[in-house]
């Protein structure tokens, strides 16, 4: 948790950039919208994944206590690598005897996919760890619900099934890719148990049914219900697109892939490890399917967890959804998962008491050192400058607001949101396509009709930022051709007399103000 909170520490502007780009400023501007403008959740288009729960209790509180986004996000970013390290730990503890000394090692596999930061400067990578709102809950979610099956598996108490159904629904209803990284998987185990635990197979089975229908049909519910809009996403069995997708995987696999990266390193162990849980898988089989003799719980979660690398990885190849590098997201915790049980694979053909003493040693002081080098480097005021991240193109655009007494604006997809939530003049300026009708994505469709804190009062704009011959085009042609404009950053904004959007259904063009329809 300390090398998370580190990597906070140590980002370049760049780096803070891409961390508190649009995409990741959702949960952000959900808390701003209800809780600080005093909307209703009433007209927001959220996320294909909603990230209902956990990830908006969790940072809401966090906001809450903290008063500050960017102090939240770092907050969300060292909880979730505790809870990934906690709830792994736990998983290993219920089913090796071993626990201790790979408890030691699972911190220190953890540690390298920050240490990426720190090493390739790959920040983007490590950031998949840290970010709320990319997934990454439905990854702790299936580990949450394979603990609560474990538990089952050992004290054959149903309440621990309850727990998954429970649980699991709302991280259905949250992300459909808790599907993907808990159902599927747990549906193989259940299958492995109805050789000779059959008993404890059908409630395994039942639950996992049970959970997927019923997460399914509040997901169903909650979009029946019209009050926020759900979208699907991007692409969606997109078969036709399997074959691009594969491509565009194997080749972010071959750039890692390289001994000089950090990141080639963690795919090796990854894959080895990968490796040596099928070898196991396929030894332990007689005994998984056997009538008669049983495979013991760490074999069983072997299976699980050889299963969900299998099935997580692949899944967004199979969907075609794996259109670009930073869709990672969808599958970046296979290598999570792989590489930090990379310990418990080998130790599945070492007998504990054939371990060296030394190893339990270097198990805790390689971690510790690792941290203590890190922290010596780490630059002066590290952790302030991003508290403070003020983005320069933000400033500049306040700077001419002020000057010129802006307040409402449009600007593209990738600059409003972040002008919004980083203005210190309190500009609102939302999303528009480059021909100027409205974008709805990840957005409340009343910004574009009513004021900030006063929900009854229309709202007029008054500038436009233009970033692309199209929309300089269209603010001309729709806005006035002798309309006052001014260069900012990356940006022409371009001063008017007022406009609003027509809240019709039918019309989506800006209408200057005054002006009949």
């Known amino acids: 948790m300390l090398l998370a909170f580190f990597v906070f ?99 220190l596999m953890l540690m390298t ?97 049970l959970t997927s229908y019923t997460g399914l049909e509040l997901y169903e519910f909650i979009l029946r219900q019209g009050y926020i809009k759900i ?79 299998l099935t997580v990885f692949i899944a967004p190849v199979l969907n075609g959804s794996y259109t670009g590098w930073d869709t990672m997201r969808y599958n970046f915790s296979s290598y999570i998962i792989s590489l930090s049980l990379l310990p418990v694979a080998i130790g599945l053909f070492l007998k504990p008491r054939s371990i060296p003493k030394w190893v339990f040693s270097l198990a805790t002081v390689v971690p510790i050192a690792i941290v203590v080098v890190v922290y010596l480097g780490l630059p002066n005021g590290g952790f302030s400058k991003t508290t403070n991240y003020y983005p320069p193109r933000v400033e500049a655009v306040d700077q001419v607001a002020e000057k010129f007494n802006l307040q409402y604006g449009i600007a593209p997809y990738n600059d409003a949101k972040v002008i919004t939530m980083f203005s210190k003049n309190k500009l609102r300026v939302y999303t528009v396509f480059d021909g100027l009708t409205p974008w709805f994505h990840v957005t409340n469709h009343n910004w574009f009709y009513k004021k900030v804190g006063g929900w009854d009062q229309d709202v007029t704009f008054d500038f436009v930022l233009a970033k692309n011959k199209e929309a300089r085009n269209a603010t001309r042609q729709l806005l006035g051709p002798n309309l006052d404009s001014v260069s900012v950053s990356e940006w022409t904004l371009y001063k008017t007399d007022g406009f609003t959007f027509p809240n019709d259904g039918v019309h989506w063009e800006p209408l200057l103000s005054g002006r009949p329809e």
């Open 231 to 309: 979208p699907e996403p991007h692409k969606f069995m997109d078969f036709e697109n399997i074959k691009q997708s594969w491509f565009i995987l194997v080749g972010q696999l071959g750039d890692w892939l390289s001994l000089t990266k950090l990141k080639g390193w963690i795919l090796i162990g990854a894959m080895v490890s990968f490796v040596i849980m099928l070898i196991n898988v396929v030894l332990q089989l007689p005994k998984i399917v056997g009538k008669k003799a049983q495979a013991d719980y760490k074999s069983l979660f072997v299976f699980l967890t050889a299963t969900f690398i």
């Open 113 to 209: 996919f920050l240490l990426v930061h720190f090493v390739d400067g790959h920040f983007a990578y490590s950031f998949q760890l840290l970010i709320n709102g990319y997934h990454y809950s439905a990854f702790l979610s299936a580990l949450l619900c394979f603990n609560f099956v474990f538990s089952f598996l050992k004290s054959k108490n149903r309440r621990w099934l309850l727990l998954v159904v429970i649980f699991g629904s709302f991280a259905i209803a949250s992300d459909r890719l808790f599907i993907v990284t808990f159902s599927a998987p747990a549906l193989a185990l259940a299958a492995g148990l109805m050789f000779n635990r059959r008993k404890a197979g059908v409630w395994v089975l039942l639950a996992v049914i």
């Open 9 to 107: 520490c140590d980002l370049s502007e760049w780096e803070l950039s891409f961390l508190f780009k649009s995409d990741a400023l959702y949960l952000p501007s959900i808390y701003k919208d209800l809780y600080i403008d005093g909307n209703t959740f009433r007209g927001w288009h959220v996320n294909p994944a909603p990230n209902f729960f956990p990830d908006m209790p969790l940072f809401f509180l966090l906001n809450l206590c903290s008063g500050s986004f960017i102090i939240a996000t770092i907050m969300y970013g060292v909880i979730q690598v505790g809870l990934t390290s906690l709830l792994l730990y736990l998983l290993i503890k219920k089913v090796d005897a071993n626990y201790h000394l790979n408890g030691l090692f699972l911190n």
